[in-house]
């Protein structure tokens, strides 16, 4: 049986709900999150990693060969879990704004 | 081509990068190093896409990597609060178990690396036989005085008694003492306890000499010394083949035949060396100490650890004298730490109360598991605590082997006495704080009312379990309706509040949100 996430959809901290909506949206890198969610980067980093310990994202390391091809390095990237998404769709009941704030059809044009 | 300026800048924000790493826990350093690097370049490539040094994408950056610092104090903050003991449980049944475990294990340890304490506990078996007594005279307020004169001794063994089948006779006096063997460097002489006693006196003591003297023939008439096992140790090292060393003592020599078992320890003086003379010798000096052997007869008179005994001489005259088993002399540990209990348990009264206060009617509280698991805990407390003060009290009258062994046994009769009343004392106020559904310590005190209106309302302290099960309510004054603390059993329709304020509790100390976003 799969464990049950230690944060229940109303718990959702605004910070965290505005992460998942990110990702949602598109922004799958730590730096794009910040930029898109306006938040630094002492703040980010930290709830992505209580987000993932609450199995709500997982995070993966992109393939050398991918960061070799751009002539840059490698990232992390992040998803969301089933977990994540069912959380983010009660959360956005919950903060009405939060789709006005990252609208996912921005990131699905660019 | 990157201008110096350009370059200086990059380099700080590896170092400050570099710098944030180290503050993170080992374990997530590699990762957290290799994010941050990772996300450096993005973000520069963001705000400095190959337009040369501009401050604005510099500040940008580095502000960036100033927030892996805050990164790495919540990664730190967080690998602290993880190795904390859990919610689950602080406060609990099982840690407060735990706890006197471990006292329990420091106490036994350390009683087992003390020497002094090793030696009492091992050679705890050997006791003084049965059916002596010592003879002091009635007016000698302390036992620990010599009050027999040698003629009373003398007198006493030649008439024929009834009552005593054997005496022996010692006086303790205080005589410079040196080995021949070894040359003292200082050229100082110590000076020992030694007491002069009658050759039958171990033989009466019904105590085995250890590690005695194999070939007495070759030492011509030099008398016999048997040391006392504290210093044997001291000055011998605990050597077994101490039996035949020859020691100046006083103005003559005498030759070591033994070592005294512990049992000896219990008799009056404070004795490092027993010289074994004939009873002429013996007698020669001032006061000392008779010990006697009763005989059935006398035995069957010895009502009581101390009898009078009047004794009839020629002068038609009488002796006042005391007669006290030698058992009620040396108490072993075990007896006075019995002692020092019952004495605690008395004295408990004093200083709280032994109520447990009251568990209304309840379903769920007062159900008879609930019961018999509230009366383990404490069960399982006293029986923790009690060796706890054992080996704590042992710890502390035997921890300094100089003091004499009388005055140990005062040291672990008071310290047995004072642990036990206050560890008493804990575990009833603890009991008392504990909710009688979870065994969880409530918290959390809350001042209700005013005491200007105890006769009108009630007034004092309500404390709650963070389980949610109950309430406790303590009264400032005891009132004739309010006399003792009272316990509210809450309703699982409360329980959603303190899991819910539980788990707040937890997110906003992890991860330093508000968990309502706000």
Redesign the interface.
Known sequence: MAREP??AEA???????LILQALDAGFI???SI??MAGL????????M??LERDELIRSQ?ERQSIADAEQ?????YYKLTPAGRATLEASRKR?PLLERLIPSEEAKSV | MTSPTEWIARVCHIGLLRVASLLVPLPQRTEWWHEWHSELWHVRHACAPGCGFSMRAEAEVTAFCLGAFQDALYLRLHSIASRAPSRALRGSAAQCILCLAAMLTACYALALLLPGVRAERSLAPIQIGPGLVLIQDVASSDDSSPSVLPKQFRAWKERKQQYFDGFAFYRVTEEPVRRESVSNASGEESGWGVAHASENLFALLGLPVQFPEQDAGSFGDIPGVILSERKWKREFQANPHVAGTVLHLGPGKARIVGVAPDGSRGLPGNVDAWLLEPDEKTVAGGAGFVIAHLTAMGQSEMYAAKVHITEHNSGNSDDDLLGISLDALTPGSWTLFSFALVLAILALPAITSVSLGEYSENSEGTSLLRTICRWSFLSTKIALLLPIVYFSSLDLAYANTAIPASSSAYVQLVSTFSICLFSFRWVLQDQRKRCPVCLRRVCNPAHVGQASRTFLAWNGTELMCMGGHTLLHVPGLPTSWFSTQRWLYLDTSWRFLFAASGSAIESETISGFSPNGL
Request: cysteine-free.
């Open positions: 230690r944060f718990k959702l901290s605004h910070t965290a709900a890198y730590g730096f910040m930029e630094p980067s002492g703040t980010v980093y930290p709830a990693r209580r390391w840059r390095p490698p990232r992390k903060y």
